[in-house]
Protein backbone atom coordinates (compact mmCIF):
# COMPACT_ATOMS: atom_id res chain seq x y z
CA UNK A 1 0.00 0.00 0.00
CA UNK A 2 1.09 3.67 -0.53
CA UNK A 3 -0.23 6.86 1.11
CA UNK A 4 -1.45 9.21 -1.45
CA UNK A 5 -2.09 12.88 -0.69
CA UNK A 6 -5.02 15.03 -2.14
CA UNK A 7 -7.17 17.65 -0.93
CA UNK A 8 -10.71 17.42 -1.40
CA UNK A 9 -12.80 20.34 -1.39
CA UNK A 10 -16.20 20.40 0.19
CA UNK A 11 -19.59 22.79 0.87
CA UNK A 12 -18.54 25.31 3.32
CA UNK A 13 -22.43 25.38 4.80
CA UNK A 14 -20.97 24.79 8.37
CA UNK A 15 -18.53 26.22 10.87
CA UNK A 16 -15.50 24.85 10.74
CA UNK A 17 -15.81 23.13 14.17
CA UNK A 18 -18.89 21.57 13.15
CA UNK A 19 -16.78 19.90 9.94
CA UNK A 20 -13.87 18.94 11.92
CA UNK A 21 -16.00 17.00 14.73
CA UNK A 22 -17.51 14.46 12.35
CA UNK A 23 -13.85 13.90 10.78
CA UNK A 24 -12.19 13.10 13.96
CA UNK A 25 -14.75 10.70 15.17
CA UNK A 26 -15.62 8.96 12.30
CA UNK A 27 -13.22 7.77 9.25
CA UNK A 28 -11.09 10.26 8.38
CA UNK A 29 -8.56 10.66 11.53
CA UNK A 30 -6.25 11.13 8.21
CA UNK A 31 -7.47 13.90 7.40
CA UNK A 32 -6.45 17.87 8.09
CA UNK A 33 -9.55 20.88 7.64
CA UNK A 34 -7.84 24.23 5.91
CA UNK A 35 -11.04 26.78 5.96
CA UNK A 36 -10.70 30.57 4.50
CA UNK A 37 -13.56 32.35 6.31
CA UNK A 38 -13.39 35.50 3.24
CA UNK A 39 -13.57 33.50 0.79
CA UNK A 40 -15.55 30.08 2.40
CA UNK A 41 -13.61 28.00 1.11
CA UNK A 42 -12.69 24.18 2.80
CA UNK A 43 -10.24 21.96 2.06
CA UNK A 44 -9.93 18.88 3.50
CA UNK A 45 -6.33 17.46 2.42
CA UNK A 46 -5.69 13.03 2.95
CA UNK A 47 -2.61 11.39 3.31
CA UNK A 48 -4.72 8.29 2.48
CA UNK A 49 -3.31 4.72 2.29
CA UNK A 50 -4.37 2.28 -0.46
CA UNK A 51 -3.75 0.51 -3.98
CA UNK A 52 -3.98 2.99 -6.09
CA UNK A 53 -4.83 7.03 -6.37
CA UNK A 54 -7.90 6.79 -7.14
CA UNK A 55 -9.27 4.00 -4.36
CA UNK A 56 -7.78 6.56 -1.92
CA UNK A 57 -10.27 9.53 -3.52
CA UNK A 58 -13.14 7.79 -3.74
CA UNK A 59 -13.13 5.98 -0.19
CA UNK A 60 -12.26 9.90 1.29
CA UNK A 61 -15.32 10.98 -0.54
CA UNK A 62 -17.67 8.72 0.17
CA UNK A 63 -16.07 8.98 4.48
CA UNK A 64 -16.70 12.57 3.72
CA UNK A 65 -20.49 11.99 2.36
CA UNK A 66 -20.87 9.39 5.59
CA UNK A 67 -20.18 12.55 7.79
CA UNK A 68 -22.47 14.49 6.06
CA UNK A 69 -20.70 16.63 3.94
CA UNK A 70 -20.93 17.46 0.54
CA UNK A 71 -17.46 16.70 -1.40
CA UNK A 72 -17.01 19.35 -4.83
CA UNK A 73 -13.88 18.70 -6.27
CA UNK A 74 -10.24 16.97 -5.15
CA UNK A 75 -7.16 17.74 -6.43
CA UNK A 76 -3.39 17.13 -5.56
CA UNK A 77 -2.21 18.32 -1.95
CA UNK A 78 -1.68 21.66 -3.13
CA UNK A 79 0.65 23.97 -4.91
CA UNK A 80 3.31 24.08 -2.67
CA UNK A 81 5.85 22.24 -4.27
CA UNK A 82 9.83 20.66 -3.78
CA UNK A 83 12.38 19.52 -6.49
CA UNK A 84 11.42 16.06 -6.25
CA UNK A 85 8.05 17.07 -7.28
CA UNK A 86 8.63 19.86 -9.77
CA UNK A 87 11.44 17.62 -12.06
CA UNK A 88 9.07 14.66 -13.40
CA UNK A 89 6.51 17.51 -14.07
CA UNK A 90 9.14 18.97 -16.46
CA UNK A 91 10.46 15.46 -17.29
CA UNK A 92 14.07 15.81 -15.94
CA UNK A 93 15.89 14.56 -13.26
CA UNK A 94 15.71 16.13 -9.82
CA UNK A 95 19.41 17.21 -10.27
CA UNK A 96 18.92 18.75 -13.50
CA UNK A 97 16.02 20.98 -12.41
CA UNK A 98 18.29 22.00 -9.29
CA UNK A 99 21.50 22.98 -11.22
CA UNK A 100 19.23 25.01 -13.84
CA UNK A 101 18.71 28.76 -13.54
CA UNK A 102 15.06 28.53 -12.35
CA UNK A 103 16.21 27.97 -9.32
CA UNK A 104 18.75 30.39 -8.77
CA UNK A 105 16.94 33.06 -7.61
CA UNK A 106 14.62 33.18 -10.94
CA UNK A 107 11.26 31.66 -9.28
CA UNK A 108 11.01 32.21 -5.57
CA UNK A 109 11.65 29.63 -2.77
CA UNK A 110 11.72 29.15 0.53
CA UNK A 111 13.42 26.83 2.97
CA UNK A 112 11.19 24.72 4.85
CA UNK A 113 12.82 21.31 6.70
CA UNK A 114 16.02 21.37 4.68
CA UNK A 115 13.99 21.61 1.17
CA UNK A 116 13.70 24.62 -1.11
CA UNK A 117 9.91 24.77 -1.68
CA UNK A 118 8.24 26.68 -4.77
CA UNK A 119 4.98 27.49 -5.89
CA UNK A 120 4.15 25.76 -8.89
CA UNK A 121 2.08 28.49 -10.11
CA UNK A 122 5.31 30.53 -9.98
CA UNK A 123 7.50 27.89 -11.92
CA UNK A 124 4.78 27.86 -14.68
CA UNK A 125 4.53 31.33 -14.80
CA UNK A 126 8.31 31.65 -15.19
CA UNK A 127 8.83 29.01 -18.19
CA UNK A 128 6.30 30.33 -19.90
CA UNK A 129 7.97 33.37 -19.95
CA UNK A 130 11.60 32.44 -19.79
CA UNK A 131 13.61 33.95 -23.08
CA UNK A 132 14.56 30.77 -25.89
CA UNK A 133 14.97 27.41 -25.12
CA UNK A 134 14.42 27.29 -21.29
CA UNK A 135 10.54 28.72 -22.44
CA UNK A 136 8.66 25.06 -22.17
CA UNK A 137 4.78 24.26 -21.64
CA UNK A 138 4.66 22.23 -18.20
CA UNK A 139 3.22 18.76 -17.85
CA UNK A 140 -0.01 19.45 -16.18
CA UNK A 141 0.11 19.62 -12.71
CA UNK A 142 -2.79 17.21 -11.95
CA UNK A 143 -2.33 13.55 -12.74
CA UNK A 144 -5.64 12.90 -15.30
CA UNK A 145 -7.38 10.91 -12.67
CA UNK A 146 -8.03 14.17 -10.76
CA UNK A 147 -9.99 15.35 -14.15
CA UNK A 148 -11.69 12.13 -14.53
CA UNK A 149 -12.76 12.01 -10.58
CA UNK A 150 -14.00 15.77 -10.79
CA UNK A 151 -16.30 14.49 -13.73
CA UNK A 152 -17.37 12.03 -11.96
CA UNK A 153 -18.53 14.43 -8.77
CA UNK A 154 -19.90 16.96 -11.33
CA UNK A 155 -22.10 14.26 -12.56
CA UNK A 156 -23.12 12.85 -9.30
CA UNK A 157 -24.79 15.88 -8.10
CA UNK A 158 -26.02 16.53 -12.20
CA UNK A 159 -27.84 13.20 -11.61
CA UNK A 160 -29.22 13.85 -7.62
CA UNK A 161 -30.99 17.08 -9.25
CA UNK A 162 -32.41 15.63 -11.98
CA UNK A 163 -32.74 11.26 -11.37
CA UNK A 164 -34.11 11.15 -15.16
CA UNK A 165 -30.45 11.22 -16.45
CA UNK A 166 -29.26 8.12 -15.28
CA UNK A 167 -30.81 5.70 -18.22
CA UNK A 168 -29.10 8.66 -20.74
CA UNK A 169 -25.61 8.49 -18.73
CA UNK A 170 -25.90 4.76 -18.50
CA UNK A 171 -26.23 4.42 -22.39
CA UNK A 172 -23.13 7.48 -22.98
CA UNK A 173 -21.12 5.52 -20.72
CA UNK A 174 -21.88 2.29 -22.22
CA UNK A 175 -21.09 2.81 -26.16
Known amino acids: MTVFQYGVRVAASRPRDALVAPLVRGTCTDAVVESGPA ?7 F ?12 TSVLDLEDSGLDCLAVGPDDDLVTLDVIAPRLGLSPGAVGDGPVFDGAVPAVECGGFRVFRWSDVV ?3 RSAPGPAAREPA ?3 PPVFAALNLALRLRRLIRADPGL ?3 VRDLLGS
Open 125 to 127: AWL
Open 166 to 168: VAA
Open 47 to 58: DREATSLPAAVV
Open 140 to 142: PAW
Open 39 to 45: TRRVLVY
